[in-house]
């Protein structure tokens, strides 16, 4: 089969408006944020896929999943388009994307049993704006909230910024339907709990396109209650400060939905009209009054039992009105590609990796130190630090920032930049056995470590693979790693 045959094929499945061909949009759906730069100076190296199609029924997802696994077809699923990790990626002749923007529908709301079910093509902002209509959350909110889709937050395992109290993805997906390469529709029935096996969720969960198409989500509903936020914000002396305070509110049991510690150059960016070069605590506790009040207690106990490292208490409206305007929406994100046209800047690249308590201070200042000393560009940096946003009883992330002067050629930029900084980051993290990844996905720019990352367990990923996809048409090259993706990956 060629281009031409296999866009012939699709033309007898689905109606013209299902199927996109136009050559801009072709070039866009090549690769995604990873290669922003890249991408924006015209300089892409990857192949274009065939088509985007975007199918209106589930039926329609199973078919074209079978014709594409009977002929060897690539297929890259989409949703919102904000991957960060090469997701998005093209790295085949013969590719489909397979795009969500018909599987729009909100299907139910059940605020009874404290559910709602959508379509993955739904945009999170947009249930969200329903469910708080009748006083209720979903709890997620990832920055990407206005603009990413349940299909593509589902198979990257996000997280949202509240995440301390309503958890990730995976603590709010009741059910979900799902669909094959062999054209197989799966349902995940929508039950509390249950014991029947293992989770079978979660191989749909986290599969970033590379094992199945999710169709359908359903997830949890929490009550929601804004009128008692709180806020509280800390000038600490430095990031292990920070840190011990996060374990100290965490072990002891309270669930703030935000809990996060900055290093001076990250809370820089952030809090510039008051971080005073300093490292920043912050935290927001939400919920029943009588939760938000206890969660304070608890936060200012910790907050006291570590007051040799507080330098200054912060007006917690600053910390509120800084929230407010956290979120991305889909003009920041043309905003910012607009300025690269003109700009050799790069700003907002990052790596998130999570290890248990002690390590994470210990990967933080090697990958410092030795980005400092063995970055051979470290002297075009303009920012380097990172935050802990996500917390847990046993550990935390650290998310990895760094913006630089581009002195190369656009298609030299991330071989030369963000290829070597990543390395560093990831090097550490799995030197000191966290995990290299916390919640961007894989992607197709971290798939050289997938092996070491999961050590012995990598056999039960790969089986996974062989099982569902056995003629590997599902994202070539994501997660799992490919010789013949190398050439695009250095
Ligand atoms: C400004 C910005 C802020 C961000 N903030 C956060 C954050 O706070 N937390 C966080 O976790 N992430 C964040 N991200 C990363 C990104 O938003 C998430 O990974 C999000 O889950 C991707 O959703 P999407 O709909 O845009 O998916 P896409 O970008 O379209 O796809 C992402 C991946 O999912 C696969 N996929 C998409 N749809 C399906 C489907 N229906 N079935 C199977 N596979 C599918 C794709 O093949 C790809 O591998 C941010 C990104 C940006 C640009």
């Known amino acids: 089969m060629n281009r031409e045959t296999l866009l012939a094929e699709i033309k007898k499945m689905l109606s013209a408006d299902q199927i996109n061909t136009n050559p801009d949009d072709l070039y866009d759906a090549s690769a995604d944020r990873y290669k922003k730069y890249a991408k924006v100076r ?28 009977e ?83 589902v198979s990257t395992r996000s997280i949202g910024q509240f995440s301390t109290l309503y958890g990730g993805i995976e603590d709010m997906v009741v059910g979900l339907e799902c669909v094959f390469p062999n054209g197989h ?18 191989i749909a969960i986290g599969n970033e396109g590379t094992l199945c198409y999710i169709t359908e989500v359903t997830v949890k509903l929490f009550k929601y209650f804004p009128q008692n936020n709180a806020f509280y914000g800390y000038l600490i002396k430095d990031v292990e400060t920070g840190i011990s305070i996060l374990r100290e509110v965490m072990v002891n049991g309270y669930r703030p939905s935000v809990a996060r510690v900055y290093s001076e150059g990250d809370a820089g960016q952030h809090f510039y009209h008051f971080h005073d070069g300093k490292c920043v605590l912050i935290f927001m506790a939400e919920g029943n009054a009588d939760i938000v009040a206890a969660t304070g207690k608890g936060i200012e106990a910790a907050v006291e039992k570590f007051s040799a490292g507080i330098l200054k208490k912060v007006d917690s409206k600053l910390i509120e009105d800084w929230f407010n305007h956290l979120n991305w929406s889909q003009k920041d994100i043309d905003d910012e590609i607009e300025g690269m046209k003109e700009q050799d800047y790069h700003a907002g690249f ?39 946003s996500h917390s847990y009883i046993n550990g935390t992330n650290m998310y990895f920032v760094y913006n630089y002067k581009i002195h190369c050629n656009p298609e030299d930029e991330l071989r030369i930049y963000h290829h070597p900084l990543q390395t560093i980051i990831v090097e550490e993290t799995l030197k000191l056995g966290g995990s290299m990844c916390h919640h961007h996905g894989i992607g197709k720019y971290r798939n050289e470590w997938t092996k070491e990352e999961h050590g012995s367990a990598y056999y039960m990923l790969e089986t996974l693979k062989k099982a569902f996809d056995p003629n590997g048409i599902m994202n070539f090259g994501t997660i799992f790693p490919q010789e013949d993706g190398k050439k695009y990956q250095k």
């Open 71 to 153: 002929n060897g077809i690539n297929v890259i699923p989409r949703g919102g388009k904000t991957a960060t990790e090469g997701g998005l990626e093209n790295w085949k002749e013969l590719t489909l994307v397979i795009d969500a923007l018909y599987l729009d529908k909100i299907l139910k709301v059940d605020y009874y049993n404290m559910q709602a079910t959508v379509q993955a093509g739904v945009p999170l902002q947009q249930l969200e704006d329903v469910v708080r209509e009748m006083g209720f959350t979903t709890g997620h909110s990832p920055q990407s909230k206005p603009v990413a889709k349940f299909g593509g937050l």
């Open 185 to 202: 529709i799966a349902r995940i029935k929508n039950v509390s709990r249950r014991a029947g096996g293992p989770d079978i969720r979660h």
């Open 42 to 69: 015209k300089v892409l190296n990857v192949p274009q896929p065939v088509a985007i199609v975007y199918p209106k029924s589930v039926h329609e997802v199973s078919r074209l999943l079978k014709f594409c696994n």
């Open 350 to 388: 990052t790596t998130e990796i999570s290890a248990d308590w002690e390590t994470i201070p210990l990967i933080y200042n090697n990958v410092m130190r030795r980005i400092r000393t063995e970055f051979p560009r470290a002297k075009d940096l303009t920012l380097l630090g990172g935050h802990s």
